[in-house]
């Protein structure tokens, strides 16, 4: 069982990034899906997840209205979607499920957003 997180990158304040995490060992449709994020010296923060199924998701107040989760199931791929871009944003992004009743996280992506 493993997840790769891709797609972060620097870009500017009011930018956009999609990010990507793909699963391997396991189906999408039956474990949820989660982001979370890592700034120095701040606490982590789940920023958004998906349900197995598909039909819940989850967005923190700091990211609600401006990134949007989604699944391609044939790839075996979430996706956060990341639009409107703040400052505050900056962070390492990790995608986290739990399988089995083990977390398991894999590598994280580097968000970085400029004033």
């Known amino acids: 069982v493993q997840l790769q997180a891709s797609g972060g990158g620097l870009t500017q304040a009011g930018g956009s990034l999609t990010l990507s995490c793909t699963v391997s060992?396991?189906?999408?449709?039956?474990?949820?899906i989660g982001w979370f994020r890592q700034a120095p010296g701040k606490e982590r923060e789940v920023v958004s997840c998906?349900?197995?199924?598909?039909?819940?998701?989850y967005y923190s107040d700091s990211v609600k209205g401006r990134f949007t989760i989604s699944r391609d199931l044939a790839k075996n791929t979430v996706y956060l979607q990341m639009n409107s871009l703040e400052v505050e944003d900056t962070a390492v992004y990790y995608c986290v499920t739990s399988y089995r009743e083990t977390t398991i996280r894999g590598q994280g992506t580097e968000v970085t957003v400029s004033s």
């Open positions: 998906v349900t197995g199924s598909g039909a819940s998701t």
């Open positions: 060992g396991f189906t999408l449709n039956r474990y949820a």
